[in-house]
């Protein structure tokens, strides 16, 4: 998979995770405003409904190396008020990203390489299964 299919893959990921994340779009390949996919996550009801924006990050990284600070506050710069950040890689977050996040209350889901492969299995994605996932999140990286 090359990063920008793993940018289609992280806007796939999102209503495996719940269902209320929606409108999700990746945005363009270059001059992205820091963000690689734009979507809303939906809090109340039907009736009264209210769409936050939601900002994702996606990287694609060698599972020997963690997400440090630098990549994370890129993506905390990007969120405005009351919005909210999901960061998804193959890796996994440094516990200096982590203690920070938490310590300075940032509105950021972490979603390392394990979480990824929970979300998938919990979901049946798995052998021929996740196969077709991964070639249908291919073809729609291709084409767009």
Known sequence: ??????????????????????????????RDGGRDVIAQYQVGHGYHGIPLNISVEAKLWN?????????????????????????ITTSFFDTTVQ???IEDGHPVILVSGGDIARILIAHEKDGDALDRWLDGVRIAADSA
């Open 63 to 87: 599972e020997a190396g963690a997400v440090g600070v630098k990549p994370m506050m890129r993506l905390i710069s990007r969120l405005k008020h009351r919005d909210f950040g999901v960061f």
């Open 99 to 101: 203690r920070e996040l």
């Open 1 to 30: 998979m090359t990063p920008r299919q793993f940018e289609f893959a992280a806007a796939e990921l999102l209503p495996l995770m719940d269902a209320r994340f929606i409108n999700r779009k990746v945005t363009r390949e270059v």
